[in-house]
């Protein structure tokens, strides 16, 4: 149960924070995976990393936001490794400002990394899955998937989107055995949380204090969930979004 051997995972943003969380539960469960991300050094630290614990590795440098990237992605890929059986469109920014003072560029930004990178990755690996007959594919959103939020309008428009393009690709590719599912990370500390974490003052105890579980998530906690979709006791689970959230979003 819940076993990877043999299969090849691509995680874009796979250099840090969740993706790389998820990259070492795949990577456990004897995935070989790419880490496809922009900061070379940071790959590579994260392959060193999850070659530390047993399966193969590569970094691919690649910008989500740009279509000839995530082709040679993809391209790549099967070339080294011969396949692509789960993709995890993970990579994502944050600009937090109201949208009175968000520019258009800005809000481009933030959708193109947030949400069309999802849609270019998954039309991109989607023939090398129905080729082979499976797939999975895993997209991040956020609490902001459920709840409107005034500083990060862009942030939250793509964390909505991300969910019904889940269902829709989900829909679209059921019949080709390829599961498309959604998770919703609470407030996880990492790089994108921790200049929040110092610039928004109380922050860390209204998270504390609404999250049930009464702490911040870590990317330790996307090792699970990571695997279980990407395994074949989930064949039946397609178009969900699963929060992942301490219970944060259960909580009025
Ligand atoms: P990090 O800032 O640690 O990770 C973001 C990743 O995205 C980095 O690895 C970055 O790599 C990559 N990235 C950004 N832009 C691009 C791009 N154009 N091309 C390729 N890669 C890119 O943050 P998290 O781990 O927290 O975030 C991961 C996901 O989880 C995001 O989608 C985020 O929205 C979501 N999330 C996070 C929450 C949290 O509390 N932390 C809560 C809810 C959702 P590089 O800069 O090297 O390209």
Redesign the pocket.
Known sequence: MFRLDGKVAVV????????LGMARGLTQAGAAVVI????EA??SAAVSDLRALGTDCQAIR????NEESVAALVRQTVAHFGRLDILIN?????IRLPVQELTLDQWHQVID??LT?AFMCSKAAYVHMKRAGSGKVIN?????SIFGAGFAPA?GAS?GGIVQLTKSLAVAWARDNIQVNAV??????????QNTRREVQGLNDRVLSRSPAGRW?T?SDFEGIAVFLASEQSNFLTGTAIPVDGGYSSQV
Request: aromatic share 4%; glycine share 20%; proline share 4%.
């Open positions: 874009t943003g796979g250099n840090g924070g969740i993706g496809a991300a922009r900061d940071k790959s690649t910008d989500v936001t993970n990579a994502g920014v944050k990394t947030n990178s991040i959103g956020s609490m902001l942030y964390k919703l990370p609470g407030w996880i500390d990492t790089e994108l949380t998530g990317p």
